[in-house]
């Protein structure tokens, strides 16, 4: 993420990635616990609360980091699409 977006710090302190961990698939904090699963649960329907009480060891940090991510890499292919 680029140094000037404002969440980068936010983004780049909760989002990991490590080779041989759920393929090397964005996870939250070096859990098994992918951003694909947080965005997931969203969009099947669950709310943040729903989601911090089956999941305990989530944040609502670490949701606001995975929704920021998506949103940086949707825009950065949206402008890939647009200006290639």
Wanted: charged share 25%; glycine share 8%; net charge negative.
């Amino acid at each position: 993420m680029p140094p000037d977006n404002p969440n980068a710090e936010l983004v780049e302190r909760i989002i990991t990635v490590q080779p041989g961990k759920r393929s090397g698939q964005p996870c939250i904090r070096g859990m098994r616990m992918t951003v694909d699963d947080v965005l997931g649960y969203l969009a099947g329907g669950m709310t943040e609360e729903e989601l911090l009480h089956d999941f305990p060891y989530l944040t609502s940090e670490d949701i606001k980091a995975c929704r920021q991510y998506n949103e940086y890499l949707t825009q950065r292919t949206l402008k890939f699409r647009l200006y290639d």
